[in-house]
């Protein structure tokens, strides 16, 4: 006589959770771009790891990050208005420097227009 074969628990598939999804706490505000910043009016550099996983230059889109020098040197709270203008900023970024004496990367050329 064959032995009984016990029935397969299906393990595998994925259940609808009851319980909701735990939010963010209060105290935790959502920090946004100022999107006036040398930072944030850089372009794509396509070379770091982050720009190469974007589909615009071939990469699979699983990091969903901006690229490293897309870096906003003036994150807010989601609730505030952008507190400088554009040309308080951008005249604090040209005036930063790294160690070799070269400007900061991603600053603006004055005459040159943001394309976004």
Do not use: H, W, Y
Not at 36 to 62: H, Q, R, S, T, W
Request: charged share 35%.
């Amino acid at each position: 006589a064959l032995p009984k074969k016990k029935p397969k628990l299906l393990l595998n598939k994925r259940r609808p959770t009851t319980s909701p999804r735990p939010k963010a706490s209060d105290d935790t505000a959502r920090r946004v771009r100022c999107k006036v910043c040398a930072g944030c009016l850089a372009e794509n550099c396509g070379e770091c790891k982050i720009c190469l996983d974007m589909p615009k230059f071939g990469g699979e889109n699983k990091l969903r990050r901006p690229c490293e020098r897309r870096v906003c040197l003036q994150l807010m709270s989601k609730g505030e208005k952008g507190k400088g203008t554009p040309a308080d900023s951008a005249d604090a970024s040209a005036s930063s420097t790294d160690q070799s004496g070269d400007q900061a990367v991603g600053v603006q050329v004055a005459g040159e227009r943001a394309r976004g």
